[in-house]
């Protein structure tokens, strides 16, 4: 079974603080994403990567950066950490090919106060 | 862009009783695949079923069968002998087949499903 570890599975942190988390996969996928979920409006891509160093912008990218510098870590990045950010953070990956799934971890809810 | 439209924000079926969940999604391409995902309260995103939208034969995985309209873009979840762990938000999800690295998928807004005893 592919195994999705988030770091944190709940997390507080203040308005303006620098705030980072972690997504590691066991089964060297090559894609990897980072997804936020909020009551009405589902799942929203933020960010995602096909490879090492490679990245592309999501459909709500703003105020958010990641960073994937080995295959297995997939870190997404809040500069500057806003209220608006309060949210369930779900990272998943995937192998590819055709109607391959994705795997998720269990999701980070952050609060930003 | 595509969008996957649900249309039903909470359903309730009783145990052992069928349920269909509605999806529809809004695209141009006739090649994509189509998910449906279940969220029980422990978070943990489980895949119950997937389409290819180039088979006509719908899908089928235990008590999960969907009813799959290419020409309505139609992709509705049908529960048989609804379990109270079937209890869960529902989440349709659509990924077109681009032949290339792109596999992000395009969720809806999901369905929470009760189960009652």
């Known amino acids: 079974d592919v195994k999705v570890t988030q770091s944190s599975r709940y997390l507080v942190k203040r308005t303006g603080e620098k705030v980072f988390l972690e997504c590691v996969q066991d089964?060297?996928?090559?894609?990897m994403f980072w997804y936020r979920q909020d009551p009405g409006l589902g799942l929203r891509l933020i960010y995602f990567?096909?490879?090492?160093?490679?990245?592309e912008k999501g459909d709500i990218p703003e105020g958010y950066s990641v960073s994937r510098e080995k295959k297995e870590r997939f870190s997404l990045i809040l500069e500057s950490a806003s209220t608006n950010q309060t949210s369930m953070y779900l990272c998943?990956?995937?192998?590819?090919?055709?109607?391959?799934?994705?795997?998720f971890g269990n999701g980070t809810r952050l609060t930003v106060t | 862009a595509q969008t996957v439209t649900q249309s039903q924000p909470e359903m309730s079926v009783q145990e052992a009783e069928t349920v269909t969940l509605s999806c529809t999604y809004d695209?141009?391409?006739?090649?994509?695949?189509l998910f449906w995902y279940k969220q029980p309260p422990s978070r943990q995103m489980i895949l119950v079923i997937r389409?290819?939208?180039?088979?006509?034969q719908n899908a089928t995985e235990n008590r999960f069968s969907v009813n799959f309209q290419k020409a309505a873009k139609s992709f509705s979840l049908k529960i048989s002998d609804s379990q109270l762990g079937d209890a869960a938000m529902y989440f349709c999800?659509?990924?077109?087949?681009?032949?290339?690295?792109?596999?992000?998928?395009?969720f809806g807004k999901g369905t929470l499903l009760t189960v009652n005893p």
């Open positions: 998943a990956t995937t192998i590819g090919g055709r109607s391959s799934p994705l795997h």
């Open positions: 089964m060297d996928h090559e894609n």
């Open positions: 990567s096909y490879d090492v160093k490679m990245k």
């Open positions: 695209t141009s391409e006739s090649d994509y695949y």
């Open positions: 389409q290819e939208a180039y088979k006509q």
């Open positions: 999800a659509y990924r077109l087949d681009s032949g290339g690295s792109n596999y992000k998928l395009t």
